[in-house]
């Protein structure tokens, strides 16, 4: 009897506030994941706290290093996109430098867009594998919100490379793959390191592996799953990911 009174208390207790949500994902993540399962769904909060961060990031390579400089040292960093664009006519050359220029700003630009649509799509691969895969009950939403609070992590890189920018970084040197020290391969000469090598120990790297973590918490949570379920559902994707760019990262002068 006692059981029966205290559930349906607990069912219609009072939901988290979203910066309760958002602090507690740093702190005790389980909390924001269970509210986040009894239905409170609100996500603005976080998506507004990177999206902030992100373009005072923006700022500061913009203002410090400069886009242009960004799509040389891009360039300069894939051997084989650098000798593409050496044996291009001039004018062609020119026009691959512009396109790389601006279409490296203009994603940067558009980070808020950019952000909902991997959210949407990251979203909807977890949904169907946590749910077909693990025989989860999570519904699409509430992955999707899961995501933005499991991403906050995120901001510390975000931040970390605008303090090594404003600390006199020099711009030829600035990497807009991989602009801070939080994974081994920041240490690391891309020109002068096995492609393989370099990628693996950027993908290593501690941010992204704590939101990896708090998304496969998150998942399993949302699904009624196992944490194990979470874990394999989430890593098993990343390594996948981490394995398709063993060849070096793209240029964008690919394009």
């Known amino acids: 009897m006692s059981d029966q009174a205290v559930q349906p208390a607990a069912e219609t207790a009072p939901g988290l506030t979203q910066w309760q949500r958002v602090s507690n994902i740093f702190s005790a993540p389980s909390k924001t994941f269970e509210d986040i ?26 203002t410090k290093i400069g886009w242009n400089q960004v799509a040389q040292n891009a360039i300069h960093m894939n051997p084989k996109a650098e000798e593409r664009m050496q044996q291009a006519p001039p004018a062609q050359r020119d026009i691959s430098m512009k396109f ?38 999570a519904t699409f939403p509430s992955i999707f919100v899961v995501l933005m609070y499991a991403w906050l992590p995120g901001i510390i890189k975000t931040l970390l490379g605008t303090i090594v920018i404003y600390a006199g970084m020099a711009p030829e040197a600035f990497n ?52 194990s379920s979470g874990y394999i559902a989430v890593f098993g994707w990343w390594a996948i990911l981490v394995w398709r760019v063993q060849d070096g990262p793209p240029s964008w002068a690919d394009a």
Not at 100 to 129: C, D, H, K, Q, R
Not at 197 to 211: C, N
């Open 37 to 62: 399962r009894r239905g409170n769904r609100s996500w603005w909060m976080p998506f507004l706290i990177m999206v902030l961060v992100g373009y005072i990031f923006f700022a500061a390579v913009t």
């Open 100 to 137: 790389t220029e601006y279409f490296t700003e203009g994603i940067s630009a558009a980070s808020p867009l950019v952000l909902l649509i991997a959210a949407a799509v990251m979203a909807l691969v977890l949904w169907g594998t946590i749910n077909f895969l693990f025989a989860g009950k």
């Open 176 to 227: 807009i793959r991989n602009f801070a020290p939080t994974n081994l391969g920041a240490f690391l000469n891309p020109l002068e390191t096995n492609p393989a090598v370099y990628a693996l120990a950027s993908a290593i790297d501690f941010t992204t592996i704590w939101m990896l973590v708090l998304v496969s918490i998150g998942v399993a949570i949302v699904a009624g799953a196992k944490r």
